[in-house]
């Protein structure tokens, strides 16, 4: 399959242009990670973890590798717009790809605010203190407090949405200027901290005494803190569409930019700590910041009452996101300033980087119409998906001037480790199904291992993140929980509508001069069948005084568009013509002709699009016994997938039926099956429910039975009943539909389990596999257990089967 494709089943409808160079995207990869990480959250981290804030940095970096395999592959691999939110959706379904989009449009938004407000601090710091103006008072608006770093940081918000609006270029230079320029900073500054430290070892080392003051947990939370400054490579991902030579750039650019940012943050983390000491200034700075309860203080140690029992890790930590400037100025000439200009630059280089990310995601979503289609928009000179990146503009200065940032910062953390879990299992699933037939740029070793590790170790980093903030992980699940109502109430219907009219094709139809409110769609595939499908269709029909919908579906090869595909359909129409002829007069019975790539797909979009009632089909009655199917891959996808209640016959069996076995047990399914059995009596049959007994209770049966009789012959329809002890309760039906020569059984499907692969149960679907005669096996559809259990089998049910690439194509 051809990278152009990507995978199965992906179309695009617009394409970006590509501008981007390997150069260009490893500075948007560092400028997202270099920007809040240092700048902003390096003090917070040093509070929490002291002197091993180098370890957490470490940590972070190793725990960080491992996905990082996994984006470098699959960017490498499928280079488009929408990175883990695609991977996802061809991975695990659309319902997971949309919460993993939302959850990754929100958690770059997020961080945008984040970098915005960090912006607007250092701003208003640089302008009062060194330049003596004084800005307005903060002003109380409604329920929020706006004062001068909102509105600096809200002005950065617009100004890098019209950026991004201009253009991949014009982003990518102006991502390279501030990254350079802020590194250039960095590497100063680390430089004289090296410098001092060298020329001073003995205080210097003191200052790492203890290592972990408040132990591993210290280090898991700074961890967790700054685990949003080592996703930059996700960002990166997100530019693969509009990257030259993208199967070698995106994975080189995404080696290069971890190299280059963990060895700087491990510097810097060693320069902050062993080079400054604790001052009256930064002393009363701290005390200051520790009584206005800001910077998270009250998972922060107290300050010491007296300044020379203070550490710098405690001062650092009280300073807040200031912690970095301020202590500078012990490091370096200038420290202060030096560093509140590049972490200027550095938060807007970081604002760029997920201004242009999260706009990507929300395009990739509205182009796969789970958001609205205006998000899908392509300006027609730039170039640029421009209302995806007015609204994810909108969306960033929103929350920097609305929201507590601090709280749903912390839940942008969650939110990313969560994505991450995703995305990893995804690589799984991706490489088993379809690893032969992408063409990669980059292959992970190790494999499965790599993202198995990637699953473990994001998932226990953002369960402790728990410990640190319980308001994070509320703020998670309050997003997710309204992103999923979003999938259900709009989401997931527009999705439903394009697939029905991107996946199936009307050719012809052919309707009765009557319509009717209940509809029996019968797929018509083999002329031998028709007769028998007809005939059950038409009894249930006629019994709810509704229609048939007969419908044929031209298989098109996948290459073929199905606009070409006219040409398969000449035998389908012959089949439909020949089937009418066993339709009674009093039912009338609509016929269309549909073209699609899969069968199960087009059968359920038709009954989708035509709001039917009942899928009626034809089954051979052989079990798959050694496949991942049940039944049989069309069966199984039109009975888990089909958007109305089912039923599937064993068309090996007699074409009339003189006498009915309709084994119960209670249920909604059961009363599918006992409508089926009032419509075979109301066609002259004999019908006979039965109960087969286990636990002796004959007379429980027999009641129930008989109740079930007495409401039928109200409605003016005869049955007999039947109770039967017996061990084996499939034995036991067969064992009496032969002793009583019945020529049918109609029996509804039993409680199966979520894993097991048995669309009816096991009883069912071993007395229609064992019955020499029909077998009529049915289902009621339950949306909200299908989306269930749905879900459950993607995440452990059973997996796509193994394919091994060849190392010779990494």
Not at 277 to 295: D, I, K, N, R, Y
Request: some cysteine; aromatic content about 10%; charged content about 20%.
């Amino acid at each position: 399959m051809s990278n152009d494709e990507g995978l199965p089943g992906h179309h695009e409808t617009e394409d970006l242009a590509r501008d981007l160079s390997l150069f260009d995207i490893t500075m948007i990869g560092i400028g997202a990670m270099i920007g809040a990480g240092i700048f902003v959250l390096t003090g917070l981290a040093a509070g929490q973890a002291g002197p091993g804030l180098v370890m957490a940095f470490a940590f972070n970096g190793f725990i960080t590798i491992f996905t990082g395999m996994v984006y470098a592959e699959l960017g490498s691999a499928i280079p488009e717009a929408g990175g883990g939110y695609l991977w996802v959706r061809e991975a695990l379904g659309r319902s997971q790809a949309f919460l993993a989009g939302w959850m990754s449009w929100f958690a770059h938004a997020v961080a945008g605010s984040l970098y915005t407000l960090g912006f607007g601090a250092f701003v208003h710091l640089l302008i009062t203190d060194y330049f003596g103006v004084r800005l307005f008072q903060p002003i109380d608006l409604l329920v929020i407090t706006v004062g001068p770093e909102k509105i600096l940081a809200a002005f950065a918000g617009a100004l890098f949405a019209y950026i991004n609006f201009r253009g991949a270029k014009e982003t990518g230079l102006a991502g390279n200027v501030v990254t350079l320029v802020k590194v250039t900073v960095i590497i100063i500054l680390i430089a004289f901290g090296l410098g001092y430290i060298f020329g001073h070892p003995a205080e210097a080392s003191g200052r790492f005494r203890p290592f972990l003051p408040r132990g591993f947990g210290g280090v898991f939370i700074a961890m967790g803190l700054t685990f949003i400054a080592f996703e930059g490579y996700e960002i990166i991902v997100q530019s693969g569409e509009e990257v030259v030579n993208p199967k070698k750039s995106v994975p080189k650019a995404v080696f290069y930019s971890m190299a280059i940012v963990v060895t700087i943050y491990m510097l810097v983390a060693i320069v902050l700590i062993g080079s400054v000491a604790v001052t009256s200034e930064l002393f009363q700075l701290a005390q200051a910041g520790a009584a206005g309860g800001g910077h998270g203080a009250g998972n922060l140690p107290e300050i010491p009452s007296s300044m020379e029992d203070a550490a710098v890790w405690e001062i650092l930590g009280h300073l807040g996101e200031l912690g970095l400037a301020r202590a500078a100025a012990q490091i370096m000439p200038f420290g202060t300033i030096i560093i509140l200009v590049a972490g200027i630059f550095s938060t807007l280089s970081a604002l760029n980087a997920t201004t242009y990310s999260s706009t990507r995601v929300s395009f990739a979503m509205g182009r796969d119409h789970v958001l609205p289609d205006a998000f899908s928009e392509v300006h027609p000179e730039k170039r640029t998906p421009y209302i995806a990146t007015a609204l994810s503009g909108a969306l960033i200065v929103f929350m920097a001037v609305v929201l507590p940032i601090e709280a749903v910062a912390a839940a942008t953390d969650v939110m990313f480790l969560l994505l991450f879990l995703q995305v990893n299992y995804a690589a799984i699933v991706i490489r088993r199904r379809w690893g032969d037939q992408i063409d990669y740029g980059y292959v992970m070793p190790y494999f499965p291992y790599v993202p198995i590790i990637g699953i473990l170790t994001k998932l226990a980093l953002a369960v402790y993140l728990f410990n640190y903030s319980p308001l994070a992980w509320y703020g998670a699940i309050a997003w997710i929980l309204v992103g999923v109502g979003i999938f259900f109430l709009y989401s997931q219907g527009r999705v439903r509508e394009t697939e029905a009219r991107e996946e199936t094709r009307l050719i012809t139809e052919e309707r009765a001069p009557e319509d009717r409110g209940y509809q029996v769609l019968i797929p018509i595939a083999n002329p031998n069948h028709a007769e028998q499908l007809v005939r059950v269709g038409s009894a249930v029909a006629r019994r709810a005084d509704g229609e048939l919908l007969l419908t044929s579906v031209a298989t098109v090869p996948e290459q073929t568009p199905l606009s070409e595909g006219r040409r398969y359909a000449t035998r389908q129409r012959e089949l439909l013509e020949d089937a009418m002829q066993y339709v009674p007069d009093d039912v009338p019975a609509h016929r269309t002709v549909t073209i699609g790539h899969d069968v199960a797909k087009s059968i359920n979009n038709v009954a989708y699009q035509r709001d039917s009632d009942l899928v009626l089909l034809g089954w051979r009655g052989q079990r798959k016994r050694v496949s991942d199917y049940a039944l049989g891959s069309i069966i199984d996808t039109v009975v888990e997938e089909a958007p109305c209640d089912v039923s599937v016959i064993k068309t090996s069996g007699t074409s009339l039926s003189r006498r009915v076995l309709v084994p119960t047990a209670g249920g909604s399914n059961a009363e599918l099956a006992e409508h089926f059995a009032a419509a075979y009596a109301e066609s002259g049959a004999e019908v006979t429910l039965f109960h087969a007994v286990t636990d002796g209770d004959v007379d429980g049966a027999t009641s129930f039975l008989t109740d079930k009789r007495a409401a039928l012959a109200e409605e003016g329809v005869d049955v007999d009943i039947a109770v039967e002890e017996g061990d084996d309760i499939a034995g036991t039906i067969l064992d009496h539909a032969r002793d009583g020569s019945f020529d049918s059984i109609v029996i509804g499907a039993a409680g199966e389990g979520i894993l097991r692969r048995a669309l009816f149960g096991e009883v069912p679907e071993t007395v229609g596999a064992a019955f020499d005669g029909e077998v009529v096996m049915v289902r009621k559809h339950r949306p909200v257990q299908s989306a269930v259990k749905g879900f459950i089998r993607k995440w452990v049910g059973r997996g796509a089967k193994a394919t091994h690439l060849a190392e010779s194509r990494a």
